[in-house]
């Protein structure tokens, strides 16, 4: 078991507004159970992405084992950030996996559901410009949970 960090203790919340709460300050556990859940919200997405005239996103099974990679570190390691402890950024990350073209990747942590970790990033702009970019066509879904109620989302989107 490892202590978190004070800097990995500050995560956002985002409930309509933006707003920072102190969050996972304690003892790591090891991840517990994670899931793609790519398949599943797949028709929640299509749902956003339509109501801004968009077209829908295909689930796609690289994407979400690259997204399930990520939430897995973030679990293990009790961080929320988009670059690994080996100091591997998201571009250096994608390219590993092979996954080319436009990408992006929102991610979250707490305590939600599929509807809401996505109604959480549809509230926050830059998460929601990703999740909206018409030049985005797929998407990969997955969580992983701390072994204490509270997961940690990754969403992967490519071209």
Known sequence: MRKTTAKSCLGLLVAGFMAFTLAACGTVHKAGPGAGVSASARSTVAELRQENGVEPLKAD???????????????????????????????????????????????????????????????SPPHRKNMLDARIRRFGLAYVSDGNGRRYWAMVMAD
């Open 61 to 123: 099974a690289a994407l979400e084992k690259a997204a399930l990679q990520q939430a897995g570190y973030m679990a293990r390691s009790g961080e929320m950030e988009h670059t690994t402890r080996l100091g591997r950024d998201f571009v250096s990350r994608m390219k590993q996996d092979k996954i080319h073209g436009l990408r992006a990747e929102n991610i979250a942590y707490g305590a939600f559901d599929t509807s809401k970790v996505l109604d959480v990033w549809m509230h």
